[in-house]
Nanobody
């Protein structure tokens, strides 16, 4: 059974930084992608960043490109999201997920397992 656990959220002022962490266990596939998603109140969950395969191929949403960096530690299947220059519109619950490294029709499709999420709040 896939288990995911996020941590590292908090409250920061605009322009601040946070680093999120997500540990995974029970992945039934060796070649995988992991991703960060977020969901703001009243909005749909949206993909933020993904990292795939041994080559660590990364993709970012337009909203965060250049400000956020996704990375992966293969020793214990853990990903991170370094978030810089945070803005109020980044306020959301952030979730991580994992899937097999194959095409599901959309870069953000195929993710079906979720952690509990970690809250990020950006306000002055």
């Amino acid at each position: 059974q896939v288990q995911l656990a996020e941590s590292g959220g908090g409250s920061v002022q605009p322009g601040g930084s946070l680093r999120l962490s997500c540990g995974a266990s029970g992945l039934p596939y060796r070649d995988y992608c992991m991703a960060w998603f977020r969901q703001a109140p009243g909005k749909k969950r949206e993909g933020v960043a993904t990292i795939c395969g041994d080559e660590l191929h990364t993709v970012y949403s337009a909203a965060v490109k250049g400000r956020f960096t996704i990375s992966r530690d293969n020793t214990d299947i853990r990903i991170y999201l370094q978030m810089n220059s945070l803005q109020p519109e980044d306020t959301a619950m952030y979730f991580c997920s994992a899937k097999p490294n194959k095409w599901f029709g959309d870069i953000w499709a195929g993710y079906n397992d979720w952690g509990q999420g970690t809250q990020v709040t950006v306000s002055s």
